[in-house]
């Protein structure tokens, strides 16, 4: 009982320090009224400056593209770590999975989930979704196929070696749009003044590099999730 009144004591300072600094860290006057400022420049000028009906893509992979990068390379590190700190762990497959019943069920929904997750995926950057948000459902279904099915069953439709080929590929991708800024003489990640077609407002083929983009983000993040419960699932056999 009194390790459990000095742990809940702990827990209420903790609490009370990370409130006091939330509260110090609030936005003065000033500050609120230039991210209201800043707020109303991405609303009112999002589809003039980026091409994209949905705003929160041209943010992400417009005005701070750089910062989307930032996040992709934690991904990539995230990825990298997980799969050589597990590279010598072996496969201990399950060979039986669950019931006919669920089979039958995610042979049925599969095909949904799999277009679900492409949709959201390339027309993300005319409707509400995106890269990540899309590349996250990819990752589901393969977790999925391994729950059900069993990893081996799992490991043989979609290679480990092929998702991480396919990851870095993504990541390459990325790389290779945002250096194109550079060799028209704009810059580093620049879309639309980078010479990259902005096409008509809505339609699948608009928003310059920003459809391209969202597509290298969700392949990267679906592989790159798929391919961390791959390596931390594998265990020693029994």
Same mark, same amino acid.
Request: no cysteine.
């Given at each position: 009982?009194?390790?459990?009144?000095?742990?809940?004591?702990? #827990? @209420?300072?903790?609490?009370?320090?990370?409130?006091?600094?939330?509260?110090?860290?609030?936005?003065?006057?000033?500050?609120?009224?230039?991210?209201?400022?800043?707020?109303?420049?991405? @609303?009112?000028?999002?589809?003039?400056?980026?091409?994209?009906?949905?705003?929160?893509?041209?943010?992400?992979?417009?005005?701070? $593209?750089?910062?989307?990068?930032?996040? $992709?390379?934690? @991904?990539?590190?995230?990825?990298?770590?997980?799969?050589?700190? &597990?590279?010598?762990?072996?496969?201990?497959?399950?060979?039986?999975?669950?019931?006919?019943?669920?089979?039958?069920?995610?042979?049925?929904?599969? /095909?949904?989930? &799999?277009?679900?997750?492409?949709?959201?995926? #390339?027309?993300?950057?005319?409707?509400?979704? *995106?890269?990540?948000?899309?590349?996250?459902?990819?990752?589901?279904?393969?977790?999925?196929?391994?729950?059900?099915?069993?990893?081996?069953?799992?490991?043989?439709?979609?290679? /480990?070696? =092929?998702?991480?080929?396919?990851?870095?590929?993504?990541?390459?991708? &990325?790389?290779?749009?945002? =250096?194109?800024?550079?060799?028209? *003489?704009?810059? =580093?990640?620049?879309?639309?003044? $980078?010479?990259? /077609?902005?096409?008509?407002?809505?339609? #699948?083929?608009?928003?310059?590099?920003?459809? /391209?983009?969202? $597509?290298?983000?969700?392949?990267?993040?679906?592989?790159?999730?798929?391919? @961390?419960?791959?390596?931390?699932?594998?265990?020693?056999?029994?």
């Amino acid at each position: 009982m009194k390790l459990h009144r000095i742990g809940v004591a702990i #827990l @209420i300072v903790i609490l009370s320090v990370t409130l006091a600094g939330a509260l110090a860290e609030l936005p003065s006057v000033e500050q609120r009224t230039s991210t209201s400022q800043l707020t109303r420049r991405v @609303i009112d000028g999002g589809l003039q400056d980026t091409g994209a009906l949905n705003l929160v893509s041209a943010v992400l992979f417009d005005y701070r $593209a750089f910062d989307t990068l930032g996040e $992709a390379t934690v @991904i990539f590190a995230a990825v990298a770590g997980v799969v050589m700190l &597990f590279y010598q762990a072996p496969l201990h497959p399950s060979s039986i999975g669950l019931s006919m019943l669920a089979k039958r069920s995610l042979d049925s929904i599969g /095909p949904f989930v &799999f277009l679900a997750g492409m949709y959201v995926v #390339l027309y993300g950057h005319i409707s509400p979704g *995106g890269g990540f948000q899309g590349g996250v459902i990819l990752a589901t279904l393969t977790i999925l196929i391994s729950i059900v099915y069993g990893l081996e069953t799992e490991r043989r439709l979609l290679d /480990p070696t =092929f998702k991480t080929t396919l990851e870095s590929s993504a990541a390459l991708l &990325f790389m290779v749009i945002a =250096f194109g800024g550079i060799l028209t *003489g704009e810059y =580093f990640l620049s879309n639309l003044s $980078a010479g990259f /077609p902005r096409g008509e407002a809505g339609s #699948l083929l608009s928003a310059g590099s920003l459809a /391209p983009l969202n $597509a290298a983000i969700g392949l990267k993040v679906g592989a790159g999730l798929a391919l @961390i419960f791959y390596s931390m699932v594998k265990r020693e056999p029994e």
